[in-house]
């Protein structure tokens, strides 16, 4: 199904120069090299590639939820003018499913669509829209059936079955001491629900496959992981790996997203059937259909305590729907399962985590995930019980944190530094802002803004707190590792570092954070970071906050490789001790006696280089009560929210959102702020507006008109306090960042909400109309007027 | 790969080549596979006409033969099989 038109010479491409730059020390706030050009728009995102001769693919995609493919006819479009290649499974060469824990995922769909906007047939064209109009000629005729929407229902045993090993996706299953036999003086009970939301990054899904004219591909993408993308790519391909080639292109956010596959294999299918590079850009509300999205969950929680405050049983039943396909669901399960009663020191619990396919959107990876569900309701539940005991809410975590030494519920011992109870207690102690009279205000600091609805009638004040906490890295027995190569040369008579990774830079500053590593390490005031692709070993994924320290340590490691190398080298030459040596401003320095050498001569033309693979110590797998020392870290935030609600309207205005957090070592502190307020911002769009509304599988929001996000106006100001605790197995002690905001945010403004309101308010993100009592959050009836008086069972 | 995947220790691809003599349908040929293979629990769709198994050595093994048996009695003549075990499967995210 193919015209081809081979182009006679291997086409190439050229890369932007790799910029060299003098960067902070570690521990300094240092300007990003991509800052410029990213605010300028002179960066070069993915969707900005292009090459001469090159053509335009576009996938055709289920208008179904649930149906059963009778027939695809593609002739018509094949005889579209300007149409280079229509293709469908038929012209899957290798392995015709992917997916990156679970192959499971049809490239393009066969016989049945599980979701819509599964991808079913392929086009490329010489024009994006002449690539639409065949789409539209193309006519596959489907048997509609019905859809499988809610996860519950799926996992019913008499609900049809969705793939051949079944509903049920994964369970786990958590045992802590007994929880039949806990007698507790104060139980409080709770349903919540979290809606699915979407990572929503700005640049939407693009990448350009160019053909090597040897059978071989080379593809320039916008990825994660651009390994686990290049192996899934040659499987379904039929190439072997070092056939296919894949080069970070300019990432314009991720959050998770883009760590499974969009468009990777089919612009490579496309380019190796016509010869000719192809490139895919899915508009906004493709993406929407392009990649998975953050679970929705719905979470039973029982919590019984003493008199006095402290935790007896926590008993947990969480139920994922995880859409059409696996994705990142098994790990999801996983965190949801060990994360589920908080950073709480308590003697039993009984955790029973469920993950289900359905023909909802498929969801996968996003920041914080599965923590960030189960934060929302054990944070709930702590509120719920402080009330039931007349506590405080602080001082009912405080009891109740967990500590180094004390062991998690799955079975885990916990490492130090886990500061949950001083995280708190700072958190309490950091000043309130000063509350503004409602009279005379400024528009755009009350409830609703400049669409001003409201001038401070109704408007009442509230204030909440949450802790949350996640694992950093890749767990449960994972190989987790990264890959480094480090190269000291000279260049124009002066020192140069060349450092190399495939670590994906999606936004979060991992490249200024290689040539800081370097710099600080080996005390060379130039630093190049080469562009990440494949030709070196993978570098594992940018999630989970594990990239500043896993390829950081990757980094160091190779940094102090060369260096050894260079006082080995001192030591034979001059006779120096390496003991009493360092590098200073491209000079070997000894302690006491000055400079010994500059590297520019000590090197003379020469270069040292060093490849390093790091592994963080190892993980297991939990065992069938789900125990085991599953985790290699665990970061930890606390946050105080303050809002202002209208009630009569339904109108929130996030006051200010403080936070304490532990982060081992700041590394460079500036765009340790940025982190932290972004991933805030994340958690107060699940908060109060993030939600892709599916209705029997079907999207009603595709648009980042429908789908809200919070912007500047949305988003309080951020007074936090960082502890740099060191983690002693850590490179410079540090802790991932990314995660823990976004966690504790979700809940902590919830908590405020309720606080000012006395609604229960158990689901996520809460709507106007839930605030005013127009109707339920979950069906449920309205409470008006109701402070939602804990279900106490004494 | 990722956390909380415990990799399989074997794999095993089977692809019926259904017969057009005898026995049912070709469509159905394929179902009687699929079939048995969703019975074990271990199986993914692979293909129109192929399934993956995946899980300890010994299930899958025990799989396979029912998955072939079912093949055969429904007329099948021959089903192609490729078992790949953990050590030497291709990893995701190796280099």
């Known amino acids: 199904m193919t015209r081809a038109e081979t182009i006679p010479t291997t086409p190439t491409r050229e890369r932007p120069e790799t910029p060299v730059s003098t960067p902070g020390r570690v521990g300094e706030s240092t300007t990003r090299a991509d800052g410029v050009p990213k605010v300028t728009g002179e960066f070069e995102y993915s969707s900005d590639l292009w090459m001469d001769g090159m053509l335009y693919g576009a996938t055709l995609r289920s208008p179904h939820p649930h149906a059963n493919i009778w027939s695809v006819d593609t002739s018509e479009a094949e005889a579209v003018p300007g149409i280079f290649a229509v293709l469908t499974h038929e012209d899957v060469p290798g392995r015709k499913v992917c997916g990156m824990e679970v192959p499971d995922q049809p490239v393009l769909a066969w016989e049945r669509v599980r979701y819509q906007g599964e991808p079913i047939a392929l086009v490329a064209a010489d024009h994006p829209e002449t690539a639409r109009r065949a789409l539209e000629k193309i006519s596959v005729e489907y048997e509609v059936l019905d859809p499988i929407t809610d996860a519950e229902e799926a996992m019913r045993e008499d609900t049809p079955k969705l793939h051949l090993s079944g509903n049920l996706l994964r369970h786990i299953h958590v045992v802590h001491g007994d929880v039949d036999t806990a007698e507790a003086d104060v139980v409080v009970e709770g349903e919540y629900e979290v809606g699915m939301q979407d990572q929503a990054f700005l640049g939407p899904e693009s990448g350009l496959a160019v053909p090597d004219g040897r059978g071989g591909v080379d593809l320039y993408i916008s990825t994660q992981w651009l390994h686990i993308d290049r192996d899934q790519v040659a499987e379904s391909l039929g190439l072997e790996p070092d056939q296919v080639r894949l080069h970070l292109s300019g990432v314009g956010g991720a959050f998770g997203g883009r760590e499974d596959l969009s468009m990777q294999i089919h612009s490579c299918l496309l380019a190796l059937h016509t010869g000719r590079p192809v490139k895919m850009m899915y508009n906004r509300e493709e993406s929407f259909y392009g990649h998975v999205h953050r679970h929705p969950a719905r979470m039973r929680y029982e919590h019984g305590a003493t008199r006095d405050g402290k935790l007896v049983y926590i008993k947990a039943r969480l139920v994922f729907d995880g859409g059409a396909y696996a994705s990142s669901s098994n790990a999801v399960c996983l965190n949801a399962g060990t994360f589920a009663c908080g950073p709480y020191d308590v003697p039993n619990a009984l955790v029973d985590s469920y993950m289900l396919y359905t023909n909802n959107p498929p969801c996968g990876a996003m920041r914080g995930f599965g923590a960030v569900q189960v934060c929302f309701a054990h944070e709930a539940q702590m509120d719920k019980l402080a009330k039931a005991l007349g506590m405080d809410p602080v001082e009912l975590r405080i009891k109740n944190a967990i500590k180094p030494g004390d062991r998690f519920p799955f079975g885990q011992e916990v490492p130090p530094p886990a500061p949950v109870a001083e995280l708190l207690e700072r958190l309490k102690a950091m000043p309130m802002p000063e509350e503004e009279d409602i009279t005379g205000r400024d528009l755009r600091r009350l409830p609703g803004g400049v669409s001003n609805v409201t001038h401070g009638e109704g408007v009442r004040r509230g204030v909440g707190y949450a802790v949350g906490y996640k694992n950093v890295g890749f767990s449960a027995g994972f190989d987790d590792y990264s890959t480094a190569k480090v190269t000291l040369s000279v260049e124009g008579g002066e020192p140069l570092v060349r450092v190399h990774t495939a670590a994906a830079e999606v936004g979060q500053g991992i490249v200024t954070l290689e040539a800081q590593i370097a710099r600080t390490e080996l005390g060379v005031n130039k630093i190049a970071v080469l562009p990440a692709d494949t030709s070196i070993d993978s570098a594992g994924s940018t999630s989970a906050s594990r990239q500043s320290y896993v390829t950081g340590a990757a980094v160091k490691a190779a940094c102090e490789a060369v260096r050894e190398k260079v006082f080995a080298r001192v030591r034979e030459e001059f006779g120096e001790d390496p003991d009493g040596l360092s590098i200073e401003d491209g000079n070997v320095v000894a302690e006491g006696h000055g400079i010994v050498v500059p590297l520019a001569e000590l090197l003379d033309g020469e270069e040292i280089g060093e490849l390093v693979k790091y592994r963080h110590k190892p993980t297991y797998p939990l065992d069938e009560n789900g125990q085991g020392d599953a985790h290699v870290q665990f970061a930890f935030a606390a946050q105080r929210a303050i809002v202002e609600v209208d009630e009569e309207l339904g109108l929130v205005r996030v006051v200010e959102v403080a936070t304490t957090q532990d982060v081992g070592k700041a590394m460079n502190p500036q765009a340790l702020e940025g982190q932290i307020e972004g991933g805030i911002a994340q958690g107060l769009g699940l908060a109060l507006l993030e939600e892709i509304q599916v209705k029997e599988g079907r999207i009603q929001n595709a648009s980042f008109t429908d789908y809200l996000l919070p912007t500047i106006l949305d988003m309080p100001p951020v007074k936090m306090e960082i502890l740099e605790l060191a983690d002693p197995d850590a490179p410079y002690g540090l802790k991932g960042v990314g995660e823990p905001p976004t966690i504790a945010s979700t809940p902590a403004i919830v908590a405020a909400l309720r606080d000012a309101t006395g609604r229960e308010l158990n689901r996520v993100p809460v709507k106007p109309e839930h605030i005013v009592g127009i109707s339920g959050p979950t069906g449920q009836p309205p409470q008006p007027g109701s402070r939602g008086p804990a279900a106490e069972r004494a | ?95």
């Open chain 2, 1 to 95: 790969m990722m956390p909380g995947y415990t990799r399989a220790e074997l794999t095993a691809e089977l692809k019926v080549l259904p017969s057009r003599e005898g026995g049912k349908a070709p469509r159905e040929q394929i179902e009687a596979a699929r079939q048995a293979a969703s019975e074990s629990g271990l199986a993914h769709e692979a293909g129109p006409d192929a399934t993956v198994l995946a899980g300890d050595r010994g299930e899958v093994l025990g799989a396979m033969m029912k998955v072939i048996e079912a093949s055969l009695d429904a007329g099948a003549h021959a089903v192609e099989v490729k078992v790949e075990a953990e050590a030497d499967a291709p990893r995701f995210g190796r280099g």
